[in-house]
């Protein structure tokens, strides 16, 4: 029965494979030598693929649809498959017609033993030997996962791009979707599928990459130090002395953040296979095998924060006030959107268009805003929505509208709104080099320079720290810009948040004076400040900056904060004996003045209760000067005493 399945799914492959061809063109399927001017207009000194060596109908059938397939997905380009690949077929027809046990399918290929017969014919030199290699893996990869009915995770190379969840960024290259588990040892292969399985929908795919790295590495050092199978379950603090020392010598003058990710990502990969009680944990506990000393230090604070580099004010002007002027002027929304949120550019070219853009109720304003959407594969943010301006959503609205005329299900199948929509590329995201390159063209052609001279060396990422760091200027709460920017943690957004220095001085110089000394004009020493009633000017001060102490007329009012007090600021304004007329109007506008400054330093400085009374006297004081530019004269109870 099982055999009779096996033969029925076979014969379904080969027919999939005979619609393949069909769908591309009849020609591929009918022909055994192909004339490749036929659909390509290659123009090169050959022409022809030959797959009428093969006598094996299957194998035939299976080269024929590699081929096709590789040349549709622009895995190889045409010159590639006619200079490499057809000389590699003509030499692979050779050794499959004279071999002793046939071959059914190039899935039942052996490589190797073609490899040891390329060898031993003495025409063929080493180098050419390792191009036919070279040509026929990807094929035989091809072959191989085109039978290979189990799921992808039971596989020993996995294709992340098949894995339902799989975090993957939009600007991710193809090269790096596959996770190859035939790089660990056997005996730890099912150990190391069971623990991705747990991670690879949790993180983002460009991270689970980064961990199989380490973890390879760290297999791969423990069997260079002469440890077999098994070595995990017995780990000793000393096995973790070798290997530390071991990749510190191996690693030595490499980042020290890429060096701490070899102790890092092992250490958390033990841990888990500890909890989870893998067969093939360590019996002693990691928390006394690894030790945090163990860790590569990496760089201080102070060193991170010189390595975040912004863009210069006068440099910036000159991109901002030019970039409507860029030689591809499908880049400029590009630019627009990252400097108008400060987003990654792998963020900004995964947007989609049906759902990036949303308007949203604002109560206070009693209008509709406009939000960018979008999804933040590194940490892992679903959907994040951050307001933009109306100009920058009115442009964003008639590139939606573009990408949609453009779109279909075979140019843009995942709905990307910089799209490319044909060749190499197509339905892939506009490469972010393409607006590099644009952008270097551009500060080349308006002779954009640095603080040396030199046309300024622009990069991408550099607009996401420049961003940030207008954020903090213009005293946005930093977990309001944490949520904007879409980091992990708070720390990351606290390496951003630098401001300048002028920008220091202005904050600082709203600041209160201490008081702590004075200069003397003659000598230029500085003095203490010596007062006759010491005590008394200590307690005053102490009381000046605890309690809710308000500056009035002649003096300082020193109430208690929860204590109310009408009088407190307006002592004559509510006053029923009070009388005012146009002739105090110029003394009103000077107190609004004075107000103002007084509010918009406290606001500064952070004292919520000053700034309220304030604007309550503000409040009060236009009142008057309105009622008076009404009235002429105002006095509450004016008429009352001139009855009496």
């Known amino acids: 029965m099982n055999q009779k399945i096996q033969q029925f799914n076979e014969v379904n492959k080969y027919n999939k494979m005979i619609s393949y061809l069909n769908e591309n063109n009849e020609y591929w399927l009918k022909n055994d030598k192909w004339d490749m001017r ?109 039978f290979d009915d189990r799921e992808e995770t039971e596989k020993d190379v996995w294709n992340c791009l098949k894995i339902h969840g799989t975090k993957i960024s939009a600007t991710c290259l193809r090269k790096g979707y596959s996770i190859n588990f035939l790089r660990y040892p ?45 070595f995990l379950k017995v780990l000793a603090r000393e096995d973790i002395e070798k290997y530390v020392f071991h990749i510190n010598c191996k690693y030595k003058g490499k980042d020290s953040a890429y060096v701490s990710k070899m102790v890092t990502y092992p250490r958390t990969f033990l841990e888990y296979i500890q909890l989870a009680n893998y067969e093939e944990a360590p019996i002693k506990e990691i928390s006394r095998l690894i030790f945090q000393d163990d860790i590569p230090k990496r760089e201080k604070h ?55 853009l949303e308007k949203i109720w604002n109560d206070k304003e009693e209008k509709y805003n406009y939000y960018l959407c979008g999804e933040i594969t590194k940490t892992g943010i679903s959907q994040l929505k951050i307001p933009i301006r109306d100009t920058v959503a009115q442009m964003l609205e008639k590139n939606i509208q573009e990408a949609k005329e453009l779109s279909n299900g075979k140019n843009n199948p995942n709905r990307y709104l910089f799209n490319v929509y044909d060749g190499k590329l197509k339905g892939r995201p506009i490469p972010k080099d393409r607006l590099m390159d644009s952008i270097r063209r551009l500060v080349k052609q308006k002779n954009i320079k640095d603080e040396n001279g030199n046309l300024f060396h622009f990069k991408l990422h550099s607009l996401r720290h420049t961003r940030a760091k207008e954020y903090v200027e213009q005293g946005i709460n930093i977990s309001i810009i944490q949520q904007m920017l879409g980091h992990r943690s708070l720390q990351m957004t606290i390496h951003y948040a630098t401001v300048t220095e002028n920008t220091l001085y202005e904050q600082w110089k709203n600041t209160e004076n201490l008081n702590l000394f004075k200069i003397n004009t003659e000598n230029g020493k500085k003095e203490k400040i010596v007062t006759k009633e010491k005590d008394d000017f200590v307690r005053y001060e102490f009381v000046r900056k605890n309690l809710d102490a308000v500056k009035v007329p002649f003096g300082v009012c020193f109430k208690h904060s929860k204590l109310p007090c009408k009088h407190q600021i307006n002592q004559c304004l509510t006053c029923s004996s009070f009388c005012t007329t146009t002739e105090n109007i110029n003394e009103y506008k000077e107190e609004i003045k004075r107000i103002e400054e007084q509010i918009r330093i406290s606001k500064k400085c952070g004292r919520i209760l000053w700034q309220k009374k304030n604007e309550e006297y503000l409040e009060l004081l236009n009142n008057m000067v309105t009622k008076i530019e009404t009235q002429h004269i105002v006095h509450k109870n004016g008429n009352t005493r001139e009855e009496n």
């Open 38 to 146: 036929q659909k390509y207009n290659y123009k090169g000194s050959w022409n022809w693929m030959d797959f009428s060596k093969f006598a094996n109908y299957k194998i035939k059938l299976e080269l024929k649809y590699t081929v096709i397939y590789i040349l549709e997905n622009k895995y190889m380009n045409i010159n590639t498959m006619l200079k490499n690949v057809r000389l590699a077929l003509i030499k692979l027809a050779q050794y499959l017609n004279n071999i002793n046990q046939k071959v059914e399918t190039l899935n039942d290929f052996d490589i190797n033993k073609f490899k040891i017969y390329l060898h031993n014919i003495k025409e063929i030199n080493q180098n050419t030997v390792k191009e036919y290699i070279w040509a026929l893996s990807p094929m035989l990869s091809i072959i191989n996962e085109f």
């Open 186 to 230: 056997n005996y730890y292969k099912n150990c190391m599928k069971r623990y991705f399985r747990t991670i690879i929908t949790k993180k983002s795919l460009a991270h689970c990459l980064n961990i199989h790295i380490a973890l390879v590495s760290f297999f791969e050092n423990f069997r260079e130090l002469g440890y077999t199978d098994g």
């Open 302 to 356: 102070d060193d991170t924060l010189k390595k975040i580099k912004f863009v210069p004010t006068p440099i910036l002007q000159q991109l901002d006030g030019n970039i409507m002027q860029l030689d591809r002027p499908e880049l400029i929304p590009i630019y627009i959107l990252l400097r108008e949120t400060g987003w990654r550019g792998t963020d900004i070219f995964n947007l989609r268009y049906d759902n990036c």
